[in-house]
């Protein structure tokens, strides 16, 4: 028969307590954390792929918002595109107004006022600001992508919208294209160089502009402006009406080429993103579904488990007082 | 007759001595009922010798020969030896779940894995516009967070180590304290047993002290005929021996190093080595290193030896010591040793020659990336390096950031000193060269090319020596394999703890079952000596009643 020492019962008792209490440490400390999965060793085989999904999730996270802004990037390039569509169709209408030769060269010097200044809205829109970077920038964000040069064209040589010039900066980095990384290996291209989108629009609106108000512009279109060209004579009214013909045919490719184009490929990139997005969204989902599954708590067996351990620790503490009571010295008289 | 009642008296006499002798043993039983290191007492009763008259035999009562504590020493050797495998395993596990604290699960927040995560998406979002000031400033904010982040968690990692290596001295102090108590004990113990006598309180008190010493190493032990036990380590070594003990030595310099090299600790400081010094004198150290033998073995200084590692005498890197610490900090090291040369050469874009044109091996000290002059250690640096266009860290001249640099200049650790070299955002270079005249370099604005160097770096696999182990993994799944590697030391010496401690809860089970005190027990016994006492006495009445009977008699 083994023998029972009170010592032996006592520190069987501790024992049962100690388990208990550290059981409901544990079991607090999950529900605080709302992870049953604190340290790697509370799931040595699954610490690994919980720390790997958190970094995916850091980096999903970040990817969203990379695409998030890259979508308001393009939506901001999309309505400069809107915009210079309106300004090339009212271009257009402007230039087969004043290709009637019902019109005397006064009447439509004043038209190509109205040209040079629609010259100017492209301008503005090409080199517009998009958080402190020039939308149209490229590489060289910091620089303004159209410059323009005062009596770039050798007549008039008065210095006026008529006689200046507006060039694409060919710096380095004006013609690179920024790109987004949308997932760990794929990339998305943001912009394309400002010349491959603007510049049929711009020197259009600026060989009209010039027309309209008397002088030639060299060499012919479709070849881009030398910056010279002398005025026309009386005799030339009829060229004149000629060159400002031609331009209507320049305007539509401007629109439907340069502008359309961009308009699409802008769209195709801003649904690639919207897919991207789609896609990092259910990934979020499934990645933190998978790493939910490994590490989180399913509340309500943890609060049944503490219930039951509290149970457990009462009927412990009841059990302890009641076997130390038990004495054969309360039997003795 | 007279005789009669005259033994009938004596013996009874006798009964109420032997009986009051076996109360008071069971007093001080009771009184120890809560003793642990108390073996219960039973008093060894003997029928004397017989008497009689006229061949006839009456007896002469009984007599108390001796009072012994009831020990089963093959349970008590078991109990020993299930407290050192017990107190080796929970303190390793104490100190691993410190260690695994910094790299918990359920912060991201100052983790390696996400601040790795972070950086790289910081370069990304640099990629997207390489001239943006914010994007630039985000890089050198990550950079900073992470290289801290590394530095701060090898940081405590030798931290503790620095810590177990401390705390073995004290331990080495208390094994030195009770082997002498131990020795002492044996000499009183032999002088007490040579006068025949039991010295049962003393034989409790060093069972206590060997219970505590098996607390911090595990021995066996040996008992001698005069009563005293020799303690051995499993080499044979003895820690007493007789009356004697011989006292530990915790050392970072024993003789026996001797100007060979010895690995430092993860903090470049040193490791103490258990030693015994033969020469008592001092004069002449001839120390013994104990230090393997010891970690082998069980008890507190063994689980703290496991941790902090045992250092081989001819070694020199801190990561050449076996424990569980070092394997911890050796993935947060070659984490910042491949940041310090595989990223930074992919900074520096040498590997493909494109950061210049021409000869570039030949042109490190001047290599240029967007028109910066760069270190060696361009991107990521380590403090003391003393970084710079010519020499500095870069030790062969070859303007490559390499792993052979680094073992040239001879740092304990680089994961402690890691450093973000860029503090000016206009600084980071993010583009290559583009110029095709050899010597001269141009830049474009905007361009990202070298970033995209960088970032290539991230999916890379590389094969990671860890020591014994290989690894090929990218540099976050080396921290993923980390965290787990972390996790299985721990969860291993956790589960050996609670199984060494079951095991404690059984022997001392066992033990208690036959050395300890039960009351009830007592109390019955108690009931039977008082009774046996009261008929005694009730003995002297009856004879006294028989004589004064004797005595009316005669009157």
């Known amino acids: 028969m083994e023998r029972i020492s009170n010592l032996q019962r006592t520190n069987s008792l501790m024992e049962y307590l100690f388990d208990t209490k550290k059981q409901i440490n544990r079991v607090n400390q999950e529900i605080a954390s709302n992870y049953k999965v604190i340290y790697g060793s509370d799931a040595p085989g699954s610490a690994g792929m919980i720390s790997s999904f958190q970094s995916k999730l850091e980096r999903l996270d970040k990817h969203e918002q990379r695409i998030t802004n890259a979508l308001s990037l393009l939506d901001t390039q999309e309505k400069a595109l809107e915009q210079t569509g309106d300004i090339l169709v009212r271009a257009s209408e402007l230039t087969t107004q004043a290709a009637s030769e019902t019109l005397s060269v006064d009447q439509r010097k004043i038209i190509g006022e109205e040209i040079l200044g629609l010259k100017t809205n492209l301008v503005n829109i090409i080199n517009q600001q998009y958080v402190n970077s020039y939308l149209y920038g490229g590489g060289a964000s910091s620089q303004p992508p159209v410059i323009r040069v005062e009596n770039g064209y050798s007549e008039p040589s008065d210095t006026n919208d008529i006689s200046a010039r507006y060039t694409f900066a060919n710096e380095p980095g004006y013609d690179i ?70 331009c209507i045919d320049l305007l539509k490719d401007a629109r439907v080429v340069s502008i359309e184009n961009e308009r699409t490929s802008i769209g195709v990139r801003t649904n690639q993103l919207i897919r991207s997005q789609d896609v990092i969204e259910t990934l979020k989902v499934n990645i933190d579904t998978a790493r939910s599954g490994v590490q989180d ?24 007082s009641q076997i130390n009571t038990l004495s054969l010295m309360n039997f003795l008289e | 007759m007279t005789t009669g009642i005259s033994a009938l008296i004596d013996i009874s006499r006798r009964s109420l001595g032997v009986q009051s002798q076996s109360i008071r043993v069971i007093g001080n039983n009771i009184n120890n009922v809560n003793n642990a290191d108390y073996a219960r007492r039973v008093v060894n009763i003997i029928s004397d010798a017989a008497t009689g008259a006229n061949g006839i035999v009456y007896g002469s009562g009984a007599t108390i020969t001796s009072v012994t504590g009831v020990v089963d020493n093959f349970l008590n050797k078991n109990y020993i030896a299930c407290l050192s495998e017990s107190s080796s395993a929970q303190i390793q596990s104490d100190y691993l779940q410190r260690a695994e604290a910094l790299f918990s699960l359920d912060s991201t927040n100052g983790r390696i894995g996400t601040e790795l995560a972070k950086f790289f998406s910081a370069l990304e979002d640099l990629q997207s516009d390489p001239s943006s000031l914010s994007y630039r400033l985000g890089v050198l904010n990550q950079g900073q967070t992470l290289t801290s982040t590394i530095s701060s968690t090898y940081n405590n990692l030798a931290e503790l180590q620095r810590e177990a290596n401390d705390r073995m001295e004290g331990v080495v102090g208390d094994i030195n304290r009770i082997t002498a108590g131990i020795a002492t004990l044996n000499e009183q113990i032999s002088k007490y047993e040579a006068t025949g006598q039991e010295a049962l309180s003393l034989h409790d008190q060093r069972d206590g002290l060997l219970k505590e010493l098996a607390k911090n190493i ?96 001819g070694t020199t890197s801190a990561f050449d010591v076996s424990g569980s610490i070092v394997e911890a900090a050796t993935y947060v090291e070659t984490i910042a040793r491949d940041l310090l040369t595989r990223f930074n050469l992919a900074y520096l874009a040498v590997e493909n020659g494109e950061s210049t044109s021409g000869n570039l091996l030949g042109e490190q000290t001047n290599t240029f990336v967007s028109g910066v002059p760069q270190n060696t250690f361009a991107l990521f640096s380590f403090r003391g390096a003393n970084n710079s266009l010519t020499g500095g860290a870069d030790l062969d001249s070859d303007g490559i950031p390499s792993q052979s640099d680094l073992e040239k200049f001879g740092l304990n650790s680089y994961a402690s000193l890691l450093t973000f070299n860029l503090d000016d955002p206009s600084k980071f270079s993010a583009a290559l060269n583009i110029s095709n005249v050899s010597g001269t370099y141009q830049f474009a604005d905007g361009d990202g090319s070298n970033i995209q160097n960088l970032l290539d770096q991230k999916n890379a696999r590389i094969n990671y020596n860890l020591g014994a182990v290989q690894v090929t993994s990218t540099i976050s799944q080396l921290y993923d394999t980390t965290v787990s590697r972390i996790g299985v030391m721990k969860k291993e010496v956790t589960d050996a703890a609670e199984l060494a401690s079951g095991k404690v809860s059984q022997a001392e089970a066992a033990v208690s079952a036959v050395s300890g005190v039960d009351l009830d027990e007592e109390f019955a016994k108690l009931i039977l000596y008082q009774k046996a006492y009261e008929a005694s006495a009730r003995m002297i009445n009856v004879a006294s009643t028989l004589l004064d009977e004797l005595i009316n008699l005669l009157r």
């Open chain 1, 177 to 246: 294209t920024n790109m987004i990384y949308v997932s760990d290996t794929e990339q998305i291209r943001l912009n394309t160089p400002a010349d491959e989108i603007f510049s049929s629009a711009l020197n259009t609106l600026e060989r009209l502009g010039r027309i309209l108000k008397g002088y030639h512009v060299e060499p012919a279109a479709p070849a881009a402006p030398d910056g010279t060209g002398a005025a026309y004579t009386d005799a030339e009214y009829s060229q004149q009406t000629e060159d400002i013909r031609q």
């Open chain 1, 297 to 320: 708590i399913d509340l309500y067996e943890a609060a049944n488990t503490y219930t039951n351990l509290q149970t457990s620790l009462q009927a412990l503490l009841q059990m302890g």
């Open chain 2, 218 to 313: 595990s021995f066996s032990t040996t008992t001698q005929k005069d009563g005293t036990i020799n303690v051995t380590l499993s080499n044979g070594f003895g820690l007493v021996t007789g009356f004697n003990s011989n006292q530990l030595k915790f050392s970072p310099t024993p003789s026996f190093v001797d100007g060979k090299n010895t690995p430092s600790a993860l903090d470049g400081g040193s490791l103490g080595f258990i030693t015994f010094d033969y020469d008592k004198t001092g004069t002449t150290p001839t120390e013994i290193n104990l230090t393997s033998i010891i970690a082998a073995g069980d008890g507190e200084l063994a689980g703290l030896l496991k941790f902090r590692g045992v250092q081989t005498v």
